[in-house]
T-cell receptor
Framework: DTAVSQTPKYLVTQMGNDKSIKCEQN?????MYWYKQDSKKFLKIMFSYNNKELIINETVPNRFSPKSPDKAHLNLHINSLELGDSAVYFC?????????????FGPGTRLTVL | DQQVKQNSPSLSVQEGRISILNCDYTNSMFDYFLWYKKYPAEGPTFLIS?????DKNEDGRFTVFLNKSAKHLSLHIVPSQPGDSAVYFCAASTLSSGSARQLTFGSGTQLTVLP
């Protein structure tokens, strides 16, 4: 019974295309996140949503648009894909905004832009 | 400008010995530190954490030490087991704007425990 799930696991697409990655958590958490793991392996926060509201929006191109239809889902839509968008994208959730403890991560989506 | 640094990309240790993974940080506003473990094709999973008001936290075979004056923390695993082979990420937390906690991760250290 997966706590945080992401689909698809792998995504290969051409430059200029638009694609979406879906994320769902069944933990009843209020807060969800998107991270990007770049080629240097750093995990960097992209967005944070709390109860469907955008809380953190790091310096991310506006081609990236998160959408939260409800607090159990946080999808990531990417327009006009570029080569530099190739990375592993992780969704995560935590109980709430202020929790100091663990975030629960999904298995990641490896995006390859050709 | 990386605020959390793990300078050793890899570490190999014999089974049964101690593994010591190191992490340095630059932002003095960090007040909570965590270690995550990651197996291939999986997301990171939480391992252990420590508040900045403590200098040590222990959980079974895992102990995290925090040296605030040196802005350094370390994870000790003893005894190391082959199943501990994974990438270990150090992360630091602070309250960002909007009163939300935000994690900043290091680049990870690949630990290999040799049987």
């Amino acid at each position: 019974d997966t706590a945080v799930s992401q689909t698809p696991k792998y995504l290969v697409t051409q430059m200029g295309n638009d694609k979406s990655i879906k994320c769902e958590q069944n933990l009843g958490h209020d807060t969800m996140y998107w991270y990007k793991q770049d080629s240097k392996k750093f995990l960097k926060i992209m967005f944070s949503y709390n109860n469907k509201e955008l809380i953190i929006n790091e310096t991310v191109p506006n081609r990236f648009s998160p959408k939260s239809p409800d607090k159990a889902h946080l999808n990531l839509h990417i327009n006009s894909l570029e080569l530099g968008d190739s990375a592993v994208y992780f969704c995560a959730s935590s109980q709430d905004l202020l929790v100091q403890d663990e975030q629960f991560f999904g298995p990641g989506t490896r995006l390859t832009v050709l | 400008d990386q605020q959390v640094k793990q300078n050793s990309p890899s570490l190999s240790v014999q089974e049964g010995r101690i593994s010591i993974l190191n992490c340095d940080y630059t932002n003095s506003m960090f007040d909570y530190f965590l270690w995550y473990k990651k197996y291939p094709a999986e997301g990171p999973t939480f391992l252990i954490s420590i508040s900045s008001i403590k200098d040590k936290n222990e959980d079974g075979r895992f102990t995290v030490f925090l040296n605030k004056s040196a802005k350094h923390l370390s994870l000790h695993i003893v005894p190391s087991q082959p199943g501990d082979s994974a990438v270990y990420f150090c992360a630091a937390s602070t309250l960002s704007s909007g009163s939300a906690r935000q994690l900043t991760f290091g680049s990870g250290t690949q630990l290999t425990v040799l049987p």
